[in-house]
Nanobody, 123 residues
Framework: QVQLVESGGGLVQAGDSLRLSCAAS????????MGWFRQAPGKERDIVGYITRTGDDTYYADFVKGRFTISRDNAKNAVYLQMNSLKPEDTAVYYC????????????????WGQGTQVTVSS
């Protein structure tokens, strides 16, 4: 019904920037919110932020405020995560997720998931 594919991860130095992309296909008209999550080894999957379909509501976790920005292009059925001033503690697998209902901040609230893309930040 909905397929999500992340891209843009890689190995960077502390202070560098990366832009992650998430392409959605299938019944994308049903998506009301898109979220970005990350999971480091041995840690739980935490929300990075979300954006609603219209882009009028966004949320960011405290640990990325002022550094990361979420945007979307509905014409392309894509959502982006611009990551600036990256820190070693940002190292994780980053996932995009789609929610059919109102926006949520927990992973359990999202219906569809991409496969993840690795972001590694060296000091």
């Amino acid at each position: 019904q909905v397929q999500l594919v992340e891209s843009g991860g890689g190995l960077v130095q502390a202070g560098d920037s990366l832009r992650l992309s998430c392409a959605a296909s299938g019944l994308t008209f049903s998506i009301n919110a898109m979220g970005w999550f990350r999971q480091a080894p041995g840690k739980e999957r935490d929300i990075v932020g979300y954006i609603t379909r219209t882009g009028d509501d966004t949320y960011y976790a405290d640990f990325v405020k002022g550094r990361f920005t979420i945007s979307r292009d509905n014409a392309k059925n894509a959502v982006y995560l611009q990551m600036n001033s990256l820190k070693p503690e940002d190292t994780a697998v980053y996932y995009c997720a789609a929610r059919l209902g109102p926006a949520a901040v927990t992973a359990s609230g999202y219906h569809y998931w991409g496969q993840g893309t690795q972001v590694t930040v060296s000091s």
